[in-house]
């Protein structure tokens, strides 16, 4: 794992990448529902951002799609 800190020169709206990333996966929004322990709407409007992603989400979400906490979280 890189010691480097996350600092992209791009930005990509959180709810298209999550969405991405489970397409990629072959997940749907309830399977990341049940996954992450949130209900299916809270993911829907993350989806469609409307949602907020809290630390405490953004680990969650890091160990079901593998992505980093800082990634998801925008730390």
């Known amino acids: ?6 600092s992209p020169d791009w ?6 990448t999550i969405a991405k990333m489970l397409k990629e ?5 309830a399977d ?6 949130q209900n299916l709407e809270g993911v ?6 409307r949602g907020t992603i809290t630390l ?6 890091s160990s079901v799609l593998g992505a980093s ?3 998801l979280d925008g730390a």
């Open 1 to 6: 794992m890189s010691t480097e800190p996350f």
């Open 25 to 29: 996966r072959s997940l749907s929004a």
């Open 32 to 37: 990341l529902a049940e996954r992450t322990e």
């Open 56 to 61: 405490a989400l953004a680990r969650r979400l």
């Open 11 to 16: 930005a990509s709206p959180p709810g298209k």
């Open 69 to 71: 906490v800082e990634f």
């Open 44 to 49: 829907q409007a993350l989806l469609e951002g």
